[in-house]
């Protein structure tokens, strides 16, 4: 039987986002926000301030010319931050307080997200637009201790688990690959409510720490690890998973 916070939690809509900023650091800004929800999404670029890291640029594509931003060298539209934020909040107001899903969100988007939102004093308006927040990299982490992976990166366990390569480090390319990463994995209710945080929750400081037990790996598969998930799970939005294959 459900408890009340798993019953919530199975109740909620699912929306699905990403940033794609100026490097890694937490002083970095955003550049790109990007949010999916089933077939509805959202897309919106803005000129950081700062200068993008080479790293970054590297690895994106994004580059400031005389402050306009270009993307792979192509000229992209540019709203402002708080345009961006602003947009995003009527997006999950929207889809009425749904869950917010992404990966590795709580030790990097949502700090930054955070800091955006209390710089424009959007952050009311934010928290009340949503339930909760989800990190799916300690999901995945629990989902799939003992199949030894080498990895928990997305990019890597959609290549694992689907298949299939997408262009990575592109926010909506990504937000689209989680969520089908996410239906195919299917986590229970307990173990979403289990992941579910809030920007309070994440700003806490006090943290028991602790040395995780090593569990021991499973017997080899005798086939890839994708095709035993699709064996055990049928992807039934095949448009969706072509559109994130690389072309």
């Given amino acids: 039987m459900l408890t009340s916070d798993e019953a919530d939690v199975s109740r909620r809509p699912l929306v699905f986002f990403d940033l794609e900023t100026t490097g890694l650091g937490q002083n970095c800004e955003i550049v790109q926000l990007a949010a999916v929800s089933g077939g509805h999404s959202l ?23 005389r402050q306009k931003l270009y993307l792979h060298r192509q000229l992209v539209l540019t709203n402002s931050l708080r345009e961006v934020l602003v947009s995003f909040i009527v997006f999950l107001q929207m889809l009425r307080r749904p869950l917010l899903i992404g990966h590795n969100i709580r030790r990097f988007d949502c700090p930054l997200l955070t800091r955006a939102l209390d710089e424009l004093d959007l952050r009311t308006d934010f928290e009340s637009s949503v339930s909760g927040c989800v990190d799916t990299l300690p999901l995945t982490r629990e989902m799939l201790k003992g199949h030894c992976l080498q990895s928990f990166r997305q990019e890597y366990l959609v290549k694992e688990l689907l298949g299939v390569n997408y262009k990575a480090h ?20 307990e173990v979403i409510t289990k992941h579910v ?51």
């Fill in 197 to 247: 945080f809030t920007l309070r929750d994440m700003e806490k400081t006090a943290a028991a720490g602790g040395v995780k037990a090593k569990v021991a790996c499973l017997p080899a598969e005798q086939r890839p690890l994708w095709q035993y998930f699709r064996l055990t799970v049928k992807v039934s939005d095949e448009a969706e998973e072509r559109e994130i294959k690389s072309t």
């Fill in 43 to 65: 897309n919106l670029y803005v000129i950081p301030r700062c200068r993008m890291q080479p790293g970054a640029a590297k690895v994106t594509g994004f580059r400031v010319r």
């Fill in 170 to 189: 592109d926010a909506l390319e990504d937000v689209r690959a989680l969520q089908t990463l996410y239906n195919v994995l299917q986590p229970t209710s």
